[in-house]
């Protein structure tokens, strides 16, 4: 062992976000092996994330490395061989850190908030406050959530605290990127919040009044969740079951909608249902790309679409059944839509094979409402 000493002890890297239940299942199963784990946010390290769609051809998280040996998400973990698992777990902790091991962040550096400023930076923070409750009160295996024992964190009072700041933010003058970043950040803060002060709904009226009398005070005017979703972030169209567009045309909400509805949000806001897609903190730097990132993960995984070549039908989330409109109208515009935003993978070739025989069937996969507090689980 003497040609070791000197060198960095082996180690398993994590690559995660903040409040991510796959990335808490996938360290609890690491913290049982007893085996030394780094675990890297690339929430507030983005610029790793081009190098880890390159060295693991995955946009999602979890994504874990055994010293150099590159594993894959969670569930790739979990299904690991028990022998192969105990070689892993030598290789740690008997070999050294390799110099071609995956990236870490570079010390002292992270996003933050630093040089972002006004609604931006605000959104951030709470997004982040409300992150770092959310992750603390996470069980171990990453299922459920203590919205109860959130709500009794002295964290959350200071977090409402900075939430009244809101209704001073200066909306008109925010760039489309920063009205992105902004509502899809107050947005799923706001869900959280509003799981914390009224409970999770566990019914369809109750969901319904949920999302049409959650509010926050913003910029001197009230915004529902159905007000962000569908006033703001899809250019004032109807939403689910609703009769009428959010804002008239007098509403001085109005002006603060984006021209068009951006298809991509349906990716990044989560409605704390556990068919919803995960959720993390957008910035309004590239947040475009951002965007797509969440869409490429969310088609990847299984509860965002499946292809069967056998039958040649592809079964997509309700999402793209509620918000068909969003996504061109048609099935046929819709799987065009799928197929541009689907990351290269095996999944992408089958659904092109699929779509080059013809006669394609689009289906919808049932949708989990179920919520991932503690207390209903």
Not at 160 to 186: G, M, P, T
Not at 245 to 264: H, W
Request: proline share 6%; net charge neutral.
């Amino acid at each position: 062992m003497g040609e070791f000493q000197g060198c960095a002890p082996g180690r398993v890297t994590v690559y995660s976000v903040q409040g991510c239940s796959q990335c808490a299942q996938a360290k609890a199963v690491l913290r049982r092996l007893e085996v030394p784990v780094r675990d890297v946010d690339v929430g507030r390290h983005p610029e790793l994330r081009t190098r880890l769609k390159e060295l693991t051809g995955s946009v999602t998280v979890p994504q874990i490395f055994f010293n150099n040996v590159h594993v894959g998400g969670g569930i790739d973990l979990q299904k690991l061989a028990p022998a192969e698992l105990e070689r892993l777990v030598t290789l740690v902790k008997e070999q050294p850190f390799p110099a071609d091991a995956p990236p870490l962040p570079e010390e002292n550096k992270s996003t933050g908030t630093g040089g972002i400023d006004g609604a931006a930076k605000l959104s951030l923070l709470l997004r982040e406050m409300i992150l770092k409750l959310f992750s603390e009160h996470l069980s171990a295996d990453g299922k459920t959530v203590d919205y109860e024992g959130m709500s009794l964190n002295p964290a959350f009072e200071r977090y409402c605290e900075l939430a009244i700041q809101l209704q001073r933010v200066e909306l008109l003058s925010l760039s489309r990127e920063e009205k992105l970043a902004f509502f899809i950040n107050i947005y799923n803060a706001l869900v959280i919040h509003g799981y914390l002060r009224l409970g999770p709904p566990s019914n369809i009226w109750q969901r319904y009044r949920f999302f049409n009398y959650v509010s926050y005070f913003i910029g001197g005017e009230v915004f529902t969740l159905q007000d962000i979703e569908n006033g703001v972030l899809r250019g004032n169209r109807k939403g689910v079951a609703q009769l009428r567009r959010p804002f008239s045309k007098s509403d001085p909400r109005l002006q603060v909608a984006l021209p068009d509805a951006e298809p991509l949000v349906h990716f990044a806001l989560n409605c704390g249902a556990k068919g919803c897609p995960p959720i993390k903190t957008y910035t309004p730097q590239d947040i475009d790309s951002q965007l797509r990132t969440a869409a490429e993960a969310f088609l990847g995984n299984d509860s965002g679409c499946v292809v069967d070549c056998e039958k040649r039908e592809v079964r997509l989330s309700q999402i793209f059944k509620w918000y068909k409109a969003d996504f061109g109208g048609t099935d046929e515009k819709l799987l065009s839509w799928v197929l541009d935003h689907m990351g290269e993978s095996p999944k992408k070739t089958s659904l092109q094979d699929v779509l080059s025989a013809g006669k394609t069937k689009v289906s919808f996969l049932p949708y989990d409402w179920s919520s991932n507090s503690i207390h209903s689980a």
